[in-house]
C-alpha cells in the first residue's frame, strides 16, 4: 500500500528566500508523480508531472525532481513571494490513474 | 475549455439524509475520479469511472456510489449522511497524463 509523507507539514519563510519541499513514498511502481497547490477551501492546481522516466521538470520559479528507486521527490521554489502561500501537495500515480496524496506543506512566505 | 467543473459549491445537510454531486471533466477527457478531503489531511481516492464503468475503487463503504454518463460527466451519492462524511469532495479528470481537479463540492453534515 502506497504512503506518501511530506517534509516539513508547515514552513514560514521571508520573501525572497529560496525553499525546498521533500516528499517520500513507499512504493516505487509509480507511473507518474504530480505536484499540487491548493488554496484555503479550494480545489487543487496541478504545478508540475514528471513521468517516471524523467528525472525534474521545470516551471517557471518552480523544479520538481524525481529519485524513483529511493522513492522521493522535491519541489524547489526560487525567488518566494507573498503569492506562493498555500499548501503544497505531493502525489504519485499508479498505472491506473489513482492518486496517493500526502498531508502537504503548509508554506507561508512573510513580506 | 472551462475545465473541471462542479456543482453544486456548498451543501449543507442533515446526518441520515442522502446527497448527489455533480462533476463535469475537462473538455476530451474520459476518465473521472472522486476524492474526499477532510480539513487538514491530503484528498482520499473514492472511486475511479472510465467508459460508464466502475473502474477502481478506495476503502469507502458502499454508502458512496457513482454515474458516468456518455458524456463522460459523473455524479457522486452519499446515502445515510453521518457527521464524518464532512469534507470537500474533489472531481478529478484525466485522459492521458495527470489528473485536473474542479473547485470542489463543500459538503457539511448536521
Known amino acids: 500500500k502506497q504512503e506518501v509523507t511530506q517534509i516539513p507539514a508547515a514552513l514560514s519563510v521571508p520573501e525572497g528566500e529560496n525553499l525546498v519541499l521533500n516528499c517520500s513514498f513507499t512504493?516505487?511502481?509509480?507511473?507518474?508523480l504530480q505536484w499540487f497547490r491548493q488554496d484555503p477551501g479550494k480545489g487543487l492546481t496541478s504545478l508540475l508531472l514528471?513521468?517516471?522516466?524523467?528525472r525534474e521538470q521545470t516551471s517557471g520559479r518552480l523544479n520538481a525532481s524525481l529519485d524513483k528507486s529511493s522513492g522521493r521527490s522535491t519541489l524547489y521554489i526560487a525567488a518566494s513571494q507573498p503569492g506562493d502561500s498555500a499548501t503544497y501537495l505531493c502525489a504519485p500515480m499508479d498505472s491506473s490513474y489513482k492518486l496517493i496524496f500526502g498531508s502537504g506543506t503548509r508554506l507561508l512566505v512573510r513580506p | 475549455d472551462a475545465g473541471v467543473t462542479q456543482s453544486p459549491t456548498h451543501l449543507i445537510k442533515t446526518r441520515g439524509q442522502q446527497v448527489t454531486l455533480r462533476c463535469s471533466p475537462k473538455s476530451g477527457h474520459d476518465t473521472v475520479s472522486w476524492y474526499q478531503q477532510a480539513l487538514g489531511q491530503g484528498p482520499q481516492f473514492i472511486f475511479q469511472?472510465?467508459?460508464?464503468?466502475?473502474?477502481q475503487r478506495g476503502n469507502f463503504p458502499d454508502r458512496f456510489s457513482g454515474h458516468q454518463f456518455p458524456n463522460y460527466s459523473s455524479e457522486l451519492n452519499v446515502n445515510a449522511l453521518l457527521l464524518g462524511d464532512s469534507a470537500l469532495y474533489l472531481c478529478a479528470s484525466s485522459h492521458d497524463r495527470g489528473l485536473f481537479f474542479g473547485p470542489g463540492t463543500r459538503l457539511t453534515v448536521l
Open positions: 512504493d516505487s511502481a509509480i507511473y507518474n
Open positions: 514528471i513521468q517516471s522516466s524523467q
Open positions: 469511472y472510465y467508459e460508464e464503468e466502475e473502474r
